[in-house]
Structure formats: structure tokens, C-alpha cells
């Protein structure tokens, strides 16, 4: 059997979206171009370059806003109100 060479398999579109990475990205902060994949941030997914990014436990962010959200999460109990929760003092009767 004679060898024809790679296989070439063709891939559907929707197979490639513009959240994947590609050869070349553009940083979502900066907006400046580079000629090779660029990271993507943990937490909104953003592309980010290596002057913009912001490092948190071994994990890469586009800012700390976005490192602190996704360390410790949002502030729960925005929409609860101070009785629902409770004051932690004891009323009379208890």
C-alpha cells in the first residue's frame, strides 16, 4: 500500500466559536494584537496579555476584581434584609 499523505478530516463550523483561542488573539483589556494564543481569564473568560493579567493561586485573571470573585464569590446576602438573618442578639423570652 502506497502512502497519500495526512488524512485531511473536515470539521464542521460549529465545531470552531470565538471563545476558543486561535493563532492569533487580541488582549479584551488593552486591545492590543499578538501574532499567538493569549490566555483566557478564569473566572469571565476574556483573552488577556501577560502585562495585563493579574495572578492569583496559580490561576490567571484579567484584574483582581474578576481573581477576588472567583476566590470568594459575590456578597450573598445583598438581597436579604437584617431580619431574615437575624442580628445574633437574644429578643426578650428567649
Do not use: N
Not at 476574556?46 to 459575590?74: E, K, N, Q
Amino acid at each position: 500500500m502506497l502512502w497519500a499523505g495526512p488524512l485531511r478530516v473536515k470539521r464542521p463550523a460549529s465545531l470552531y466559536t470565538d471563545r476558543m483561542p486561535g493563532l492569533a488573539d487580541s488582549c479584551e483589556v488593552c486591545k492590543r494584537q499578538f501574532q499567538f494564543s493569549l490566555p483566557r481569564c478564569g473566572f469571565c473568560h476574556r483573552t488577556v496579555c501577560g502585562d495585563c493579567s493579574s495572578r492569583m493561586a496559580g490561576a490567571i485573571f484579567c484584574g483582581r476584581l474578576c481573581a477576588h470573585s472567583f476566590f470568594y464569590g459575590g456578597d450573598e446576602d445583598a438581597g436579604e434584609d437584617v431580619d431574615s438573618r437575624g442580628s445574633g442578639e437574644l429578643e426578650e423570652g428567649e
